[in-house]
């Protein structure tokens, strides 16, 4: 008997097909934010004979029966599966439909040469350009490398991760692609490799943001892929018929954007002007200022996290669920992230700050998410014994004012970061009331330099 393969295209809710032909083009692994390694789901996208493909997923609970089996880039046939409608701000596929396996789902491993191994969906610059909003869709980019940046860190979630941004251009335009995370190590020995000239780069699932009125293409952890001179159709096509773009073998990729982060010694001593708190109240000034002073306490009956959505924003209350604004939508899975509102003093004047995220991980060296799991966390109001420690903590703080900050600031400053280096602090001590350096304006004139400072900030991912 000849088995007849259903299309993925013809994939619909309410319309199951018998039997799929399909290569796994892209595998990974969700990890829990709540509990340390504990993996939530497997994802993939499936591609079938026709180029189309389609988002699948193995819940949490049906993890031990496919990993393993299912490996990356091999082909299977798939059947006994259950079909829903496509959703998720990242979506790795335009397929209207995805994919669930259960513990009936059939699956067994096939040769199949026809079906592609990467099946890229080519979108041009110009195209990505034109986008006025974030794109909850994934998009495959190639282009020329005409720039690259200085290799930058940033903290998140207490931990500090590499981050760099190039240049890619084509005949419509040009745009910055910010990659972090483990794909920064690759980028870099890649680069090693190159014997000169401008490299093809393709970028496979990468999303869309529109950030202070640019468009900007950013890595998805674990997703996206990035191949430089790959010795695929469409990169040597595309290589071939901009060689002239890319120059002779002479030619290196140029440095964009400003130089390698600034030191923790710099970017407390030397970037920002100094505060004492009672100036801090006065100043009619937006920016970063550099403040010394004790925490004198947390600030009691105020919650020490919320609960946020994956895009960062914070969730509110509705009908018994939580819902984004941002996301014009009910959210399930819900990010624990801190804001801890702390009495400060310098000895003169006393002041309210609120400490972020990243600050908070900084300090104490554990995700909020840990913390809120341990201590039972549907408690807001009253926090763990970690954070009544804090008090007495002598530390430098990088604040943050802005006219027209969240009214959750209201009467209080915000922390986009602290210093606890106790060499630091006393140099901060001793080297005068005020400094406002000229170079720090220089940075701000640069676009990538919001780039960076805003992941530093912890607000841009």
Known sequence: MVNVYSKISDVRVGKL???LKVRVMCLWIVKSNFIPGQENSIEMVLIDEKGSKIHATVRRHLIHMFKGVLIEGEAYTLSTFSVVEAYGLCRPTRHPCRLFFHSTTLLE???CPLIKKNGLSLMDIGKINSHTCDSNYLVDLIGVMSGISSLNEFTKNGERVKMIVIELSDPRGDCHVVLFGGIVDYLIQMMRTLQGGLPVVVVQFAKIRFFRGRVLLQNIQDVTKLWLNPAVEDAVLYGRRLNKMRGGPTTHVPLIGPGRKPSLGDEFLHLYPKKTIA?????????????????????EGE???FPSCRCSKRLIPNAGF?????????VFHVVPRFCVKVHVTDGIEDAMFVLSDDAMCYLIRTKCSVLVSSYKGMNRVNPPDVLKQLEGLKLLFKVVTVSSLNPIYKGCFKVARVCVDAGIIKSFSNGGIYHTPEQALLKLMNPLFWVTSTLNMGIFL
């Open 109 to 111: 491993r096939v040769e």
């Open 322 to 330: 939580y819902y984004c604004r941002s996301c014009s939508k009910h």
């Open 279 to 299: 100036d801090l109240k006065f100043t009619l000034e937006d920016g970063p200022f550099i403040v010394s002073a004790v925490i004198d306490g947390l600030v």
């Open 303 to 305: 919650d020490w996290w």
């Open 17 to 19: 097909p018998c039997l």
